[in-house]
T-cell receptor
Framework: QQQVKQSPQSLIVQKGGISIINCAYE??????FPWYQQFPGKGPALLIA?????SEKKEGRFTISFNKSAKQFSLHIMDSQPGDSATYFC????????????FGAGTRLFVKA | DVKVTQSSRYLVKRTGEKVFLECVQD?????MFWYRQDPGLGLRLIYF???????EKGDIPEGYSVSREKKERFSLILESASTNQTSMYLC????????????FGQGTRLTVV
């Protein structure tokens, strides 16, 4: 059972274009929604995160849009650059005594120069 | 900087062997996690621990066990390695507080032959 569904599985974008990755979740008890970026040979690292009481969060070229009623959230990368080429994971965290984080399946982004 | 260190980057083990994957974090985090990463499946939670000697099963615990005798160390044990456990294993830690990120190690690429 995949509690966080992510799409697309892969994405190719021209340099300067907008990359959009979408995620949907099922459990309304999730209370924190981070996005992680992973380069080859490295562990994932936090990119940006949002709480469910906020509809949008922007940090530089990266924006999360959050729709609580639809249980969906998305990552937008503006002015995409070749250095953004990586795998992106959406995630959702729930407090079950510890703070458990469930990840989506990941999106491999390739930005063409 | 938070550091999460996994004992090996690459391991090759034989079917039926008992395998230990070790993870150490240096930030006094309460929560620690073991994930496995497979193409198209993202990061799947095997086990997590929210305190010393406390553990909780994740989504795919079968064939694995864990040990957390000290706060900084979380071990993943494959009791009898099988070829379907060939994967990338990622350890993570995070504080036991809301709206905080998880920090990942570099990963251990395990091959079972």
């Amino acid at each position: 059972q995949q509690q966080v569904k992510q799409s697309p599985q892969s994405l190719i974008v021209q340099k300067g274009g907008i990359s959009i990755i979408n995620c949907a979740y099922e459990n309304t008890a999730f209370d924190y929604f981070p996005w992680y970026q992973q380069f080859p040979g490295k562990g994932p690292a936090l990119l940006i995160a949002i709480r469910p009481d906020v509809s949008e969060k922007k940090e530089g070229r990266f924006t999360i849009s959050f729709n609580k009623s639809a249980k969906q959230f998305s990552l937008h990368i503006m002015d995409s650059q070749p250095g953004d080429s990586a795998t992106y994971f959406c995630a959702a965290t729930i407090n079950t005594g510890g703070f458990k984080t469930i990840f989506g399946a990941g999106t491999r982004l390739f930005v063409k120069a | 900087d938070v550091k999460v260190t996994q004992s090996s980057r690459y391991l090759v083990k034989r079917t039926g062997e008992k395998v230990f994957l070790e993870c150490v974090q240096d930030m006094d985090h309460e929560n620690m996690f073991w994930y496995r990463q497979d193409p198209g499946l993202g990061l799947r939670l095997i086990y997590f621990s929210y305190d010393v000697k406390m553990k909780e099963k994740g989504d795919i615990p079968e064939g694995y066990s864990v040990s957390r005798e000290k706060k900084e160390r979380f071990s993943l044990i494959l009791e009898s390695a099988s070829t379907n456990q060939t994967s990338m294993y990622l350890c993570a830690s995070r504080p036991a507080s809301m709206n905080t990120e998880a920090f990942f190690g570099q990963g251990t690429r395990l091959t079972v032959v």
